[in-house]
């Protein structure tokens, strides 16, 4: 075949859409939408890095659009791609680890539209009116509209909101299908389907002679555990949401409501426990799940101490309720007990569990010598070394004495979340994506081998060289969310930037690799109504 | 007391060493686990070993620095702690309001900088001229914002925001304003 049979029908023409099911539709719609998403996201964040380095340079971007960008960018980066490959993948493979139907297809096409629509919204409405109060909402900022357009503010707000219906969905769609009975089945126990999910049973075999046999595997266990934190996020989100938009409906009335009849302080605490069940929960949570289920597919193999990986995958769900206030350690008013014991305490308990993790994945891969450097596994690998790189940042930073010199500077954002995300959180996905891309195609063929290797590689130095660059700016005082003009820190912020454009070309040379393994009518085919009816994962074998 | 450059360079020696470390780790184990091998599982104790590790860490980095940073135990107990000197700024409309054009501390004098928000959640931090940060912390509306630090060598700071209170705050920073004298 050549180049442009290839790019039109894909590697040797073997993707056939018209073979799809309608779950495999969903789940391959799902990845997608996440991959052009982070397609967005690598673009925003690269004219954010030109910028720190020139605002001259980044592209006529203005100094109230480069904080529109970074409102944008992460909330388009996690609801826009990480939530959409992680619940498409997830929403794929309960039922297929249960062995039953999805409860509803039609429900999971509704979260994977509302989250597409929803970021469109947030991300144009911030685009067009530079609403930009940043993802942390600190009040009053939200709704000081001598700042912010009333109008493009309403809309983000709604875009948000739809975002966070859309995960309502998924949360329910998860637990029906833990818990129900398909058509023609035996009645299920529910009740303890949803015990063995949540990790009581494991808790309780921890302590009791007599073992309970656990009735959902340990990846399922790990996605019901992180869906819980996932719905309490979402109602937290949104109830800081319908606040922000009463605000905003009022001024729209020409009604100016008072800021002060929101403590602020009490604010920032309730949405900090919020916006922290995804940053120190449910991603933990699910990237922990998601490396057990990797580890014993790639090998075969029974977790190792899987009791104990049940336990911690448990203990870090309340963990992750009760972490919030490493966020406040800087603000005097809050009282230091919470410091102590929140802030400090409870976030040590991460390194911990996600130690824990690390090591359980470590020691069933190795039980299984000797293996093939797959895709999956060298992207697995990178996972992992990137969650133990950002961990420990993360605790350094959760001190008291280290918070009061790093809070805010470009340590935070760099050592520790954009190694997390980029290395920890993306390179897992991406290991699955390599490792589910044939079950979910019926066998589409990668098309070169070459450009998945320089994939890695790219996406590997450029992540942590961008991470280590930034870190190094903020252990010299840059702070995260302010612009310097007079080139202050612009070596390590060129070196952050050309880190930067390697994630661009890793990004590049991936999607050109999927777009001609599975040809662009294939990716036109995706989204097309599937042609068998059926509720099954999988078309039956022929 | 003990400067927060080289808290700092303590920091960044211990993280970098660190990370040298877990990464020939990784690179080890991605070599040797395409190699053969006996198969076997690795032994219970040495998870349990590594839990005990992992608990000894979380929990002594914490008393390490209480006992080596000196801010950190007088950030706790602050309230008890007479200071020497007092500032009270305020911040609103973007702007410090300082309680006078150049705020002078006599080395080694523990000062209580006392920061009150008129309207939006700001930052309030101290920066050495070549950009390094001495200390900062939040300034939340409606509520009391208070430090104390100890200076120990002479020095001139800016006074900065550190934190994001929408594209007006950007150029909050008032240069060469705090001059610490012997």
Redesign the interface.
Same mark, same amino acid.
């Given at each position: 075949m050549n180049l442009i049979q290839t790019f039109t029908n894909g590697e040797q023409g073997l993707f056939k859409p018209n073979s799809l099911t309608p779950m495999q539709k969903l789940t391959l719609r799902f990845v997608v939408i996440g991959l052009i998403y982070y397609g967005v996201v690598v673009i925003e964040g690269m004219l954010m890095r030109l910028f720190e380095v020139t605002p001259s340079i980044a592209l006529g971007v203005e100094?109230?659009q480069f904080?529109a960008i970074m409102t944008a960018h992460p909330l388009v980066g996690i609801f826009g791609s990480t939530y959409s490959i992680v619940f498409g993948a997830f929403l794929f493979l309960v039922p297929f680890l249960m062995k039953k139907p999805l409860w509803s297809i039609k429900l999971g096409n509704w979260t994977l539209w509302l989250i597409t629509i929803g970021t469109f919204v947030f991300w144009f409405a911030g685009f067009v009116s530079?609403y930009?109060?940043?993802y942390?909402l600190?009040?009053? !900022?939200p709704a000081?509209f001598s700042?912010?357009s009333v109008l493009g503010g309403t809309f983000f707000i709604v875009g948000i909101a739809l975002v966070m219906v859309g995960t309502a969905f998924f949360v329910i769609n998860i637990f029906k299908t833990i818990i129900y009975t398909p058509d023609g089945w035996e009645k299920q126990p529910g009740g303890a389907l949803i015990k063995s999910a949540l990790g009581l049973t494991g808790l309780t075999n921890l302590f009791s002679k007599k073992k309970k046999e656990h009735l959902v595997s340990l990846p399922v266990a790990a996605i019901a555990r992180g869906t819980v934190d996932t719905a309490f996020n979402a109602a937290v989100i949104l109830f800081t949401g319908v606040l922000i938009l009463v605000y905003m409906v009022a001024e729209l009335f020409g009604v100016s409501l008072k800021?002060?009849a929101i403590?602020? !302080?009490l604010y920032?605490n309730w949405f900090w426990w919020g916006l922290d069940l995804i940053a120190d929960g449910l991603v933990l949570i699910f990237v922990a799940g998601t490396w057990y289920l990797l580890a014993t597919l790639i090998t075969g193999k029974k977790l190792?101490?899987e009791n104990?990986a049940r336990a911690a995958l448990f203990i870090e769900m309340v963990v992750s309720w009760t972490v919030w206030s490493h966020h406040?350690m800087?603000?005097?008013?809050q009282p230091?007990i919470l410091k102590?014991l929140s802030g400090?305490?409870v976030t040590?308990?991460e390194?911990?569990t996600q130690?824990?993790a690390f090591?359980?994945t !470590?020691?069933t891969?190795?039980?299984?010598?000797?293996?093939?450097?797959s895709h999956p596994?060298?992207f697995l690998?990178g996972g992992?070394?990137g969650f133990?790189?950002a961990v420990?940042?993360g605790?350094?930073q959760a001190? !008291?004495?280290?918070n009061?010199?790093l809070?805010?500077?470009q340590w935070i954002v760099g050592?520790h979340v954009h190694v997390a995300v980029l290395i920890g959180l993306t390179m897992t996905l991406y290991s699955a994506i390599y490792f589910l891309l044939p079950i979910l195609t019926n066998g589409a063929k990668l098309y070169s081998e070459k450009l998945a290797s320089f994939h890695f590689w790219a996406h590997l130095l450029g992540g942590i060289g961008m991470g280590a660059f930034m870190g190094m700016a903020g252990?010299?005082?840059?702070?995260r969310?302010?612009?310097y003009f007079n080139g202050?820190?612009n070596s390590y912020m060129i070196l952050a930037a050309l880190s930067g454009s390697l994630l661009l070309l890793a990004f590049l040379a991936f999607f050109y690799n999927i777009v001609m393994s599975v040809g662009l009518n294939g990716v036109i085919g995706i989204f097309m109504p599937s042609k068998l009816k059926t509720t099954d994962l999988l078309p039956a074998e022929k | 007391m003990i400067d927060s450059n080289v808290v700092l360079t303590g920091q960044t020696i211990a993280y970098t060493l660190y990370v040298l470390a877990i990464m020939a780790l990784m690179g080890w184990f991605a070599y040797k686990v395409t190699r053969d091998g006996s198969g076997k599982e690795i032994k219970p104790a040495i998870f349990y070993s590594f839990v005990g590790f992992l608990v000894v860490i979380g929990v002594s980095l914490h008393i390490v620095t209480h006992e080596t940073i000196p801010w950190k135990p007088m950030d706790l107990n602050r309230a008890e702690i007479k200071a020497d000197k007092e500032f009270h700024i305020t911040m609103e409309n973007h702007e410090f309001r300082l309680p006078s054009s150049k705020l002078i501390i006599k080395k080694n004098e523990i000062v209580r900088f006392n920061v009150e928000s008129k309207d939006l959640t700001y930052g309030f931090g101290l920066f050495r001229r070549d950009n390094t940060m001495a200390f900062q912390m939040q300034v939340i509306p409606g509520h009391i914002n208070d430090i104390l630090w100890q200076f120990d060598r002479p020095e001139v700071y800016s006074i900065r925001s550190t934190e994001y209170s929408g594209p007006k705050g950007i150029n909050m920073i008032v240069r060469d304003v705090v001059e610490v004298v012997d």
């Open positions: 100094p109230k904080f530079h930009s109060p940043l942390t600190y009040w009053p !900022l000081d700042q912010f800021h002060s403590d602020a !302080l920032k190792f101490m104990w406040l800087s603000d005097q008013a230091g102590i400090e305490m040590a308990f390194l911990i130690g824990l090591f359980i !470590l020691a891969l190795w039980s299984a010598r000797p293996l093939k450097m596994l060298k690998l992992l070394l133990a790189l420990p940042a605790i350094m001190d !008291l004495g280290l009061r010199i809070h805010n500077t050592p252990l010299k005082g840059m702070l969310r302010t612009i202050e820190y | -």
